[in-house]
């Protein structure tokens, strides 16, 4: 069993490039799958059917949200068609998986006002090492929409200075550039000048607790939440505040267009659930109800 949960590492890593968090968490549905196939560190996989995939899903989708239980399928069909790549399975099993029923775009965006994610940065001590760091990283999210594992990914040479621009390396290997507004160029300066452990270390933001390494994504969240208990507001994550950058600017009339490439969504459809906050313009395209009155 552990020479196949090495491999299937190996081909995640190497055939699917998927990130070391993603990788993790589709190792620990593997292992939770051929434990129950299998017995004294051996496999019994060759006879697989739909009945027991299905089990296997159920089971594991008992305690988990819709959107939960659709990683675990994902989770799940990519082990099998993995099995089947090796010949562990005589046929590709990915089809017995069923689909999760949800619906996509069935909520608004959740978001907070621009006054109150300029309270969570005036909050930030920027006299203090850890809030100048914790400063630099919610004027990322705050003004440039990143997410927290570009915000964790985020290395010295991805900051072209003269040019004034960042790359960001996000999800699926993605890199994108964008423009790096003065307001944020001046966080960064002051965190790499003043707070950053001297470290051949490259990425930007660094634990502040031995060991020193990069931050993990997870961080961004914790940092977020704390901006928040010290402004005395309600905890919001940290893609709370890219919905909130994505509401005010529709607000003050930038485009669904220009939102996504913000955003960095590859589909513009993904954007478009942003057009639901938009009350002024969906009142002058909704229909009048019969016999209503305004």
Known sequence: ???LLADYRAWLVTDRGL????????????????????????????????????AFLIQESERLSVGGAKGRVAELRSLLKFLYLRGWTPRLLTTVVPPVAGWHDT??????????????LDHCDRTDPIGIRDYAILILVA???LRSIEVSRLELGDIDWRGGQIVLRGK???????????????????????????TPLRPVFLACNAPI??????????VTRRACDRAGLARVGAHRLRHSLATEMLRRGVTLTDISQVLRHRDL????IYAKVDSTTLRTIALPWPEAQR
């Open 269 to 272: 459809a993904t954007t478009a």
């Open 107 to 120: 909520g608004i965006p959740k978001s907070i006002t621009a006054t109150e994610v300029q309270s969570l």
């Open 143 to 145: 003004r440039l929409g």
């Open 213 to 222: 390494r990069g931050i993990r994504p997870d961080l961004v969240g914790d």
């Open 19 to 54: 990130s070391e968090t993603t990788i993790i968490r589709y190792e620990k549905l593997a292992r939770r799958f051929l434990e129950q196939h299998g017995g004294d560190g051996g496999i019994d996989v060759a006879s697989l059917d739909g009945k027991r995939i299905v």
């Open 1 to 3: 069993m552990e020479m």
């Open 172 to 198: 699926a290997s993605r890199e994108d550039g964008m423009p790096l507004p003065a307001e944020v160029g001046e966080a960064l300066s002051a965190y790499l000048s003043q707070a950053r452990p001297a």
